[in-house]
């Protein structure tokens, strides 16, 4: 009787311990799912805010990429109207020095876009049939024979304006500049005679001083 009683509390224990064993793994098992399900969780979370994160980024390229399109297209309509822009007949150049810039510019404007299918040649004809005037004539002639004698032949347009801005640019200031000096020094009959007369000017005042002395 008292085996019975003992193996039946035996039994019962293990009974006991088995379902205590169950529960324990049923609460870890249902553990590890509560933790697998929060990094689950976690992991989706992470990924929405990326993808958030990639779209924003992504709309962000999109909007400097159509803006830059955009200043792009403005640009090159810009710059269609430039080309566009009618370029006016220059004037006729005779010579003044206060015309030289104006004219060189005007002349390198109307070429490049109204001459691009003229040869260079062409081109420095044509720049030279529009420098007229007394002034312009000693140099005109010059070039014009330079002209026949084929020394033009392989020359450029910008030659040409250089030669312009070289005649009667800035070596016509100095002309100026040494006229005004022969005036101050009283020896109006040298001017026109440019260096030679200045020096000539120079040395007669020079004389003077002597003879007062």
Known sequence: MLQQVA????????????????????????????????????EEEKIRLEKMRKDEEKKRLEEIVK????????QQAQMKRLLEEEVKMPQVFDGTLSKVSRYVEDYRRYTERKMKEKTEEDK????VLYVQGDQTDKWKKRIVDEMFEDKWKDRKVEDILKEIEKEFGKGKEVEKDIWKELENLGEKEDIGKGMDGFWNAVKKKEEKKKEIL
């Open 7 to 42: 193996k039946a509390k035996d039994k019962e224990r293990k009974k006991k311990e088995e379902e205590d064993e169950k529960e324990r793994e049923r609460v870890e098992k249902e553990k590890k799912a509560k933790e697998e399900e929060k990094m689950r969780v976690k």
């Open 67 to 74: 803006e830059g399109q955009k200043q792009m297209v403005e």
């Open 124 to 127: 420095i004809c044509w720049i």
